[in-house]
């Protein structure tokens, strides 16, 4: 089972295709092997940047890192709390990082921080959901994005919140439509998996191979995204497909 993922994975090894794992895997280094707690201002950054992640290719964010820190200040926390949400939409539309949501994530940031600003109160640290969430990241998850939640973050849904986590150093996926559209197309689901069972699938993937789920979830992304391999995105390349062979929805076209 899941011998799609091992084709893809050893097709991108085979072809040195570089995965940024180093880079990507940082945070949960740190926090794992040096028990780092993360400070408010790292917070802010790791939420920001999974929020403008929404509904549009991650590469566009990825060539103007250094331009988004200088429009947040660095992600200061005082700052966020009473920037003008018009002012701080003007400026990432500007450098072309916005959204169809961007004006209503601008208003929520001063929300959003208030909730870090309560968890420091109320635990003495507002890294302390994710120092719980290293053994329990699910319960966090929920706490964060469900609707039914008094602690959730305002306009971030569930992918959103893992790829907040992700950030934060949490070993997690970010189950966005590229994963749950791949694992549907390899068969491994009836129809289009929700969130939660994205991630349980790719858990088994890792736990298959002795691997981290970020990095089952960086190798099925990067497989799909816009700006990086496109093999299996909105419009798949079966032809070109490593995993063609094992791959339902590929059957489908032979």
């Known amino acids: 089972m899941y011998e799609q993922f091992e084709l893809i994975r050893n097709y991108l090894i085979e072809n040195k295709y570089d995965l940024g794992l180093e880079s990507l895997l ?7 092997k040096t028990d780092k707690k993360f400070t408010k201002q790292e917070h802010c950054e790791g939420l920001l940047l999974s929020v403008l992640s929404a509904n549009r290719p991650w590469i566009g964010i990825v060539q103007h890192i250094d331009d988004l820190k200088r429009v947040f200040h660095d992600y200061d926390p005082d700052f966020l709390r009473s920037a003008n949400p018009d002012d701080l939409t003007r400026d990432v539309v ?54 039914k939640s008094m602690l959730k973050f305002k306009g971030v849904a569930v992918a959103l919140a893992a790829q907040y986590m992700k950030n934060m150093g949490i ?59 496109e093999i299996c ?9 490593p995993a063609n062979s094992e791959c339902y929805h590929a059957s489908l076209y032979k």
């Open 233 to 241: 995105g909105a419009n798949p390349r079966c032809g070109v497909c």
């Open 26 to 32: 940082a945070a949960h280094i740190l926090r794992t």
């Open 171 to 229: 070993d997690l996926v970010k189950p966005d439509v590229h994963l749950r559209r791949i694992l549907q197309r390899f068969g491994l689901t009836a129809g289009l998996p929700d969130e939660y069972e994205t991630i349980r699938i790719c858990k088994n993937i890792a736990d298959k191979y002795g691997i981290t789920q970020t990095e089952v979830g960086t190798i099925l992304w990067q497989f799909c995204a816009t700006g990086y391999l």
């Open 94 to 147: 500007a450098i072309g990082c916005g959204n169809r949501r961007i004006a209503a994530q601008m208003s929520e940031i001063s929300y959003n921080v208030s909730l870090l600003d309560y968890y420091e109160k109320e635990y003495g640290d507002c890294d302390a959901p994710m120092q719980m969430a290293v053994e329990n990241p699910i319960e966090i998850l929920y706490v964060f994005s469900d609707k």
